[in-house]
Protein backbone atom coordinates (compact mmCIF):
# COMPACT_ATOMS: atom_id res chain seq x y z
CA UNK A 1 0.00 0.00 0.00
CA UNK A 2 1.04 3.47 -0.34
CA UNK A 3 2.20 5.56 2.49
CA UNK A 4 3.59 9.22 3.21
CA UNK A 5 5.47 9.92 6.31
CA UNK A 6 6.27 13.23 7.49
CA UNK A 7 7.52 12.30 10.88
CA UNK A 8 8.18 16.08 12.05
CA UNK A 9 5.07 17.74 12.95
CA UNK A 10 6.32 21.02 13.65
CA UNK A 11 9.86 23.29 13.74
CA UNK A 12 10.55 26.13 14.40
CA UNK A 13 13.55 27.92 13.53
CA UNK A 14 15.15 31.14 14.45
CA UNK A 15 15.34 33.26 10.61
CA UNK A 16 18.34 32.62 8.06
CA UNK A 17 18.67 29.13 9.73
CA UNK A 18 18.45 26.46 7.06
CA UNK A 19 15.89 24.31 7.86
CA UNK A 20 14.92 20.38 6.36
CA UNK A 21 11.80 19.06 6.15
CA UNK A 22 11.75 15.38 6.07
CA UNK A 23 9.60 12.95 3.55
CA UNK A 24 9.59 9.30 3.91
CA UNK A 25 7.27 6.96 1.05
CA UNK A 26 6.19 3.81 0.44
CA UNK A 27 4.60 1.95 -2.52
CA UNK A 28 5.29 -1.01 -4.46
CA UNK A 29 5.07 0.50 -7.83
CA UNK A 30 8.84 1.25 -9.44
CA UNK A 31 7.09 4.03 -11.52
CA UNK A 32 5.81 6.94 -8.92
CA UNK A 33 5.72 10.76 -8.46
CA UNK A 34 6.48 12.93 -5.84
CA UNK A 35 5.27 16.37 -4.53
CA UNK A 36 5.81 18.71 -2.57
CA UNK A 37 2.90 21.62 -1.55
CA UNK A 38 3.39 24.68 0.58
CA UNK A 39 0.26 25.75 2.57
CA UNK A 40 0.51 29.16 4.09
CA UNK A 41 -1.43 30.50 6.67
CA UNK A 42 -4.04 31.99 3.84
CA UNK A 43 -4.54 28.03 3.49
CA UNK A 44 -4.17 27.59 -0.18
CA UNK A 45 -2.09 24.33 -1.40
CA UNK A 46 0.81 25.69 -3.68
CA UNK A 47 2.90 23.62 -6.35
CA UNK A 48 6.67 23.31 -5.65
CA UNK A 49 7.96 20.22 -7.00
CA UNK A 50 7.34 16.75 -9.15
CA UNK A 51 9.57 13.85 -8.87
CA UNK A 52 9.73 11.23 -11.11
CA UNK A 53 11.05 8.08 -10.02
CA UNK A 54 13.49 7.49 -12.51
CA UNK A 55 15.11 10.97 -12.00
CA UNK A 56 17.16 11.07 -8.58
CA UNK A 57 18.99 14.05 -9.61
CA UNK A 58 19.18 16.75 -6.65
CA UNK A 59 17.12 19.69 -7.34
CA UNK A 60 17.81 23.38 -6.27
CA UNK A 61 15.29 26.08 -7.04
CA UNK A 62 16.88 29.53 -5.26
CA UNK A 63 16.87 28.78 -1.50
CA UNK A 64 15.08 25.46 -1.97
CA UNK A 65 16.41 22.15 -2.83
CA UNK A 66 15.23 18.43 -2.78
CA UNK A 67 16.90 15.41 -2.07
CA UNK A 68 15.55 12.32 -3.62
CA UNK A 69 17.21 9.49 -1.98
CA UNK A 70 15.82 6.17 -3.26
CA UNK A 71 17.82 3.72 -1.53
CA UNK A 72 16.27 5.42 1.71
CA UNK A 73 12.81 6.04 0.02
CA UNK A 74 13.09 9.67 1.04
CA UNK A 75 12.23 13.09 -0.61
CA UNK A 76 13.78 15.61 1.46
CA UNK A 77 12.86 19.49 1.59
CA UNK A 78 15.50 21.95 2.36
CA UNK A 79 15.23 25.56 2.62
CA UNK A 80 18.00 27.98 3.05
CA UNK A 81 18.53 31.29 4.94
CA UNK A 82 14.68 30.70 5.76
CA UNK A 83 12.60 33.78 5.84
CA UNK A 84 9.41 34.31 7.95
CA UNK A 85 7.82 34.24 4.46
CA UNK A 86 8.34 30.32 4.32
CA UNK A 87 6.31 29.86 7.43
CA UNK A 88 3.31 27.48 6.19
CA UNK A 89 2.54 23.76 6.47
CA UNK A 90 4.40 21.84 4.20
CA UNK A 91 2.48 18.34 2.30
CA UNK A 92 4.85 15.86 0.45
CA UNK A 93 2.85 13.79 -1.90
CA UNK A 94 2.52 10.57 -4.15
CA UNK A 95 1.43 9.36 -7.24
CA UNK A 96 1.53 5.63 -8.48
CA UNK A 97 1.74 5.62 -12.14
CA UNK A 98 -1.76 5.49 -13.48
CA UNK A 99 -3.06 6.87 -10.68
CA UNK A 100 -3.54 10.39 -10.32
CA UNK A 101 -5.05 10.71 -6.85
CA UNK A 102 -2.48 12.21 -4.33
CA UNK A 103 -1.50 10.38 -1.31
CA UNK A 104 -0.64 12.78 1.18
CA UNK A 105 1.66 12.82 4.25
CA UNK A 106 0.47 14.85 7.62
CA UNK A 107 2.28 17.60 6.76
CA UNK A 108 4.95 19.65 8.61
CA UNK A 109 4.49 23.09 10.51
CA UNK A 110 7.40 25.25 9.90
CA UNK A 111 7.83 28.18 11.77
CA UNK A 112 9.69 31.21 11.47
CA UNK A 113 10.52 33.54 14.04
CA UNK A 114 12.10 36.92 13.63
CA UNK B 1 -2.75 32.44 -8.39
CA UNK B 2 -2.97 28.50 -9.59
CA UNK B 3 -5.68 29.43 -12.38
CA UNK B 4 -8.41 27.11 -10.18
CA UNK B 5 -11.82 28.54 -8.89
CA UNK B 6 -13.91 27.90 -6.30
CA UNK B 7 -16.70 29.17 -4.53
CA UNK B 8 -17.79 29.75 -2.19
CA UNK B 9 -15.04 30.46 -0.41
CA UNK B 10 -17.40 30.07 2.78
CA UNK B 11 -20.59 27.68 3.51
CA UNK B 12 -22.06 27.58 7.14
CA UNK B 13 -25.16 25.85 7.41
CA UNK B 14 -26.83 22.82 9.63
CA UNK B 15 -26.88 19.31 9.65
CA UNK B 16 -29.22 17.49 7.55
CA UNK B 17 -29.02 20.28 5.01
CA UNK B 18 -27.02 19.94 1.68
CA UNK B 19 -24.55 22.11 -0.11
CA UNK B 20 -22.85 22.57 -3.61
CA UNK B 21 -19.07 23.63 -4.20
CA UNK B 22 -18.62 24.81 -7.96
CA UNK B 23 -15.35 24.55 -9.13
CA UNK B 24 -13.37 25.51 -12.51
CA UNK B 25 -10.51 24.11 -13.60
CA UNK B 26 -7.52 26.08 -15.09
CA UNK B 27 -8.22 26.84 -19.02
CA UNK B 28 -7.12 23.56 -21.06
CA UNK B 29 -7.01 21.11 -18.09
CA UNK B 30 -9.27 18.11 -18.87
CA UNK B 31 -9.10 16.18 -15.45
CA UNK B 32 -10.58 17.92 -12.12
CA UNK B 33 -10.19 16.63 -8.58
CA UNK B 34 -11.83 16.79 -4.90
CA UNK B 35 -10.30 16.48 -1.91
CA UNK B 36 -10.95 17.09 1.88
CA UNK B 37 -8.68 18.01 4.20
CA UNK B 38 -10.02 17.84 8.25
CA UNK B 39 -8.20 18.17 11.62
CA UNK B 40 -8.42 14.61 12.61
CA UNK B 41 -7.85 12.72 8.43
CA UNK B 42 -5.41 15.45 6.99
CA UNK B 43 -5.96 15.80 3.22
CA UNK B 44 -7.97 12.73 1.47
CA UNK B 45 -8.75 12.39 -2.18
CA UNK B 46 -12.45 12.02 -2.91
CA UNK B 47 -13.06 11.96 -6.53
CA UNK B 48 -11.64 12.24 -10.15
CA UNK B 49 -13.70 13.16 -13.28
CA UNK B 50 -11.72 13.26 -16.52
CA UNK B 51 -13.52 14.94 -19.27
CA UNK B 52 -17.03 14.28 -17.92
CA UNK B 53 -16.31 11.24 -17.00
CA UNK B 54 -15.24 9.81 -12.97
CA UNK B 55 -11.82 8.06 -13.35
CA UNK B 56 -11.06 7.20 -9.89
CA UNK B 57 -13.01 7.32 -6.47
CA UNK B 58 -11.19 7.73 -3.13
CA UNK B 59 -12.71 8.25 0.17
CA UNK B 60 -15.98 9.49 -0.30
CA UNK B 61 -18.91 9.13 1.32
CA UNK B 62 -22.30 7.92 -0.23
CA UNK B 63 -23.99 10.98 0.34
CA UNK B 64 -21.42 13.19 -1.18
CA UNK B 65 -21.29 13.27 -5.13
CA UNK B 66 -19.84 15.18 -8.04
CA UNK B 67 -20.02 15.44 -11.71
CA UNK B 68 -18.09 17.12 -14.60
CA UNK B 69 -20.36 19.31 -16.85
CA UNK B 70 -19.10 19.83 -20.36
CA UNK B 71 -17.76 23.22 -19.98
CA UNK B 72 -15.10 21.08 -17.51
CA UNK B 73 -16.69 22.86 -14.74
CA UNK B 74 -17.17 20.86 -11.72
CA UNK B 75 -19.67 20.44 -8.71
CA UNK B 76 -19.35 18.46 -5.38
CA UNK B 77 -22.45 18.09 -3.57
CA UNK B 78 -23.06 17.20 0.06
CA UNK B 79 -26.05 15.79 1.74
CA UNK B 80 -27.22 15.15 4.93
CA UNK B 81 -24.66 16.94 6.19
CA UNK B 82 -23.23 15.95 9.67
CA UNK B 83 -21.22 17.90 11.71
CA UNK B 84 -17.68 15.70 10.67
CA UNK B 85 -18.07 17.09 7.65
CA UNK B 86 -16.78 20.03 8.32
CA UNK B 87 -13.50 20.92 6.69
CA UNK B 88 -11.70 22.50 3.81
CA UNK B 89 -12.55 21.21 0.46
CA UNK B 90 -10.09 21.49 -2.23
CA UNK B 91 -10.81 21.32 -6.41
CA UNK B 92 -7.62 20.59 -8.01
CA UNK B 93 -7.05 20.37 -11.97
CA UNK B 94 -4.47 18.76 -14.05
CA UNK B 95 -4.17 18.35 -18.18
CA UNK B 96 -4.06 14.21 -17.51
CA UNK B 97 -3.73 13.87 -21.26
CA UNK B 98 -1.57 10.72 -20.92
CA UNK B 99 -0.44 7.89 -18.48
CA UNK B 100 1.79 9.66 -16.33
CA UNK B 101 0.32 11.60 -13.34
CA UNK B 102 0.76 15.34 -13.95
CA UNK B 103 0.84 18.53 -11.71
CA UNK B 104 -2.21 19.40 -9.77
CA UNK B 105 -2.74 22.70 -9.17
CA UNK B 106 -5.19 23.61 -6.70
CA UNK B 107 -7.82 26.40 -6.15
CA UNK B 108 -8.26 28.11 -2.64
CA UNK B 109 -10.79 25.75 -1.07
CA UNK B 110 -14.29 25.87 0.23
CA UNK B 111 -14.18 26.35 3.94
CA UNK B 112 -17.39 24.48 5.14
CA UNK B 113 -18.68 24.94 8.39
CA UNK B 114 -21.65 22.59 9.82
CA UNK B 115 -23.48 23.62 12.86
Known amino acids: AQKVTQAQTEISVVEKEDVTLDCVYE???????LFWYKQPPSGELVFLIRRNSFDEQNEISGRYSWNFQKSTSSFNFTITASQVVDSAVYFC???????????WGAGTKLIIKP | DSGVTQTPKHLITATGQRVTLRCSPRSGDLSVYWYQQSLDQGLQFLIQYYNGEERAKGNILERFSAQQFPDLHSELNLSSLELGDSALYFC??????????????FGPGTRLTVL
Open chain 1, 93 to 103: ALSDDGNYQLI
Open chain 2, 92 to 105: ASSVAAGGNPDTQY
Open chain 1, 27 to 33: TRDTTYY
